[in-house]
């Protein structure tokens, strides 16, 4: 039995690995090494959530302008980086857009606004109805992405019917402070603690290819493990013009599918899903991602950037054997 077989073993029986374990397998040595790290986290996906895969879909309800100074986003006021700028999308809109992604085989829409904090006000109320909506009239199972909460705000959502509050920690807690400035690693981990607090599931995780150490992705895939989220939504760097890390080397496929086993790893039960940056990034290799340990998608485009269409993500999970989770089946 090889180590990443006796790992897979011991995660399945309640334990996570060590941080060095992990940075040492985020850097496989060889082709063999690799193979055998996504086989055994494979193992782990099969054993937890069988051959079913979830499609996500987001929709950029308002974009640009955002007070915060995180060095990946094209949306930041402190960045150049081009993005469009516009307030939130009226809720028709924002229900039309979560029908069509419902007709794709969508299960789960997030709202998703630029900003520092949750909106208030006018903005808040449209943001509930919508959600209510979505609920109602498109069949999805409705999220957000809002920024930091409170707990009125977090209440308020809950009880418009929010399924799930998505808000990522982005980088590990030893490399944030240099990814964001504008606000605390701690914040994020707040704003998770009060989504739980208000009754909803949290979706949380991050984006790999920083410029972080193997030590710090291990890092990330740790604080991620240790907030027990639902979902664990992995990103992967794609340089934008514009912004502080715009120089910054992707990341390679096979560095992307070890961060893909790894995350899994530490996060056996929860639906990881691969996000932003891997068509960029994985390329022709997408597809190993669900060998490599990953169990969902965001299908479609992301908040700034092309993916992939919910036609070629479904031909990849009939290639390789899997079956979509559809929104249909949206009664959570």
Known sequence: MNPYEIAADQVLAGARPSLQQAAAWLEPGSLAELGQLMASAGRVRQAALGDKVEFCAIVNARSGRCSEDCAFCSQSAHHGGGAQVYPLLPVDEIVARGKRAAADGVRRFSIVTSGRDCPGGRELDDICRAIKRLRSEAGVLPCASLGLLDPQKARRLAEAGLKRYHHNLEAGPTHFA?????????????????????????????????????????????????????????????????????????????????????????????????CGGRAQVLGRLSPLMYLAGASATMTGDYLTTEGCTPQADSADLAALGLSLITASGASE
Request: glycine residues 8%.
């Open 178 to 274: 240099r990814i964001c400035t504008t606000h605390a690693f701690a914040d994020r981990v707040a704003t998770n603690a009060l989504a739980r607090e208000a009754g909803m599931e949290i979706c949380v995780g991050g984006i790999v290819g920083l410029g972080e150490s193997p030590l710090e992705r291990a890092e990330l895939a740790q604080a991620v493990a240790e907030l027990e989220p639902e979902s664990v939504p992995l990103n992967f760097l794609n340089p934008i013009a514009g912004t502080p890390l715009s120089g910054v080397p992707k990341l390679s496929p096979l560095q992307a599918l070890a961060a893909v086993a790894v995350f899994r790893l530490f996060a056996p039960r929860a639906h990881l899903r691969c």
